[in-house]
């Protein structure tokens, strides 16, 4: 049985596996595009687009791939790792836009609730509302996300731990979640 958005506001660690499988987006969610930005001089940091390919030149060291996932091909499609710069811990604030679409049924209440976690211990957590989404239909987010401040000591331990910062994101309509990603998150000295 899938959490409940009330659990999922429990979670002080990384879920061990997916709390529901593909089949669960019966909406046809889709992301397209997604790009985060340090809210500060306004930089992209990070961007990808599914429906265009790279331009020749493009900054590669904040590369986002999917890691290899012998035992379970649907894990490699909902788990992202990201490489950042270090320098990205510095940020105080960051916005991302995520652009995409819902099938034929409306998507009442959409929501999304993200938590970070550094070795299996709960650093930040993040809930959004979308509202509502007509069928058919493009849509964009965007959210702005107030990072916590580090310690110098604590930068250092993240930095010496690559891939020891994950989260989960849990998107849920009408109070059902429907589905369920995972991210890693390295940061370069």
Same mark, same amino acid.
Request: charged share 25%; proline share 6%; hydrophobic share 35%.
């Given at each position: 049985?899938?959490?409940?958005?009330?659990?999922?506001?429990?979670?002080?660690?990384?879920?061990?596996?997916?709390?529901?499988?593909?089949?669960?987006?019966?909406?046809?969610?889709?992301?397209?595009?997604?790009?985060?930005?340090?809210?500060?001089?306004?930089?992209?940091?990070?961007?990808?687009?599914?429906?265009?390919?790279?331009?020749?030149?493009?900054?590669?060291?904040?590369?986002?791939?999917?890691?290899?996932?012998?035992?379970?091909?649907?894990?490699?499609?909902?788990?992202?790792?990201?490489?950042?710069?270090?320098?990205?811990?510095?940020?105080?604030?960051?916005?991302?836009?995520?652009?995409?679409?819902?099938?034929?049924?409306?998507?009442?209440?959409?929501?999304?609730?993200?938590?970070?976690?550094?070795?299996?211990?709960?650093?930040k957590s993040f809930d959004f509302?979308?509202?509502?989404?007509? @069928?058919?239909? &493009?849509? #964009?987010?965007?959210?702005?996300?107030?990072?916590? %401040? +580090?310690?110098?000591?604590?930068? =250092? /331990?993240?930095?010496?731990? @690559?891939?020891? &910062?994950? #989260?989960?994101?849990?998107?849920?309509?009408?109070? %059902? +979640?429907?589905?369920?990603?995972? =991210? /890693?998150?390295?940061?370069?000295?």
């Amino acid at each position: 049985m899938a959490p409940t958005v009330e659990e999922v506001l429990t979670y002080s660690k990384p879920t061990e596996g997916f709390c529901v499988p593909l089949s669960a987006n019966v909406y046809n969610i889709v992301f397209h595009s997604f790009k985060i930005r340090d809210m500060e001089n306004n930089k992209c940091l990070f961007e990808v687009d599914g429906d265009k390919e790279p331009e020749a030149g493009e900054n590669q060291s904040q590369v986002a791939t999917h890691p290899s996932v012998d035992d379970d091909p649907e894990a490699a499609v909902r788990t992202i790792r990201y490489n950042f710069a270090s320098d990205f811990l510095k940020c105080k604030t960051i916005g991302t836009k995520l652009v995409f679409s819902v099938g034929e049924k409306p998507v009442p209440n959409f929501r999304m609730i993200e938590r970070h976690y550094f070795k299996e211990k709960l650093i930040k957590s993040f809930d959004f509302a979308f509202g509502f989404c007509i @069928p058919n239909s &493009t849509n #964009s987010w965007e959210a702005i996300y107030d990072l916590p %401040e +580090l310690t110098k000591e604590e930068e =250092a /331990e993240i930095i010496a731990n @690559p891939f020891a &910062t994950k #989260s989960d994101s849990f998107y849920f309509v009408d109070g %059902e +979640l429907v589905m369920h990603n995972k =991210a /890693e998150y390295g940061y370069n000295a």
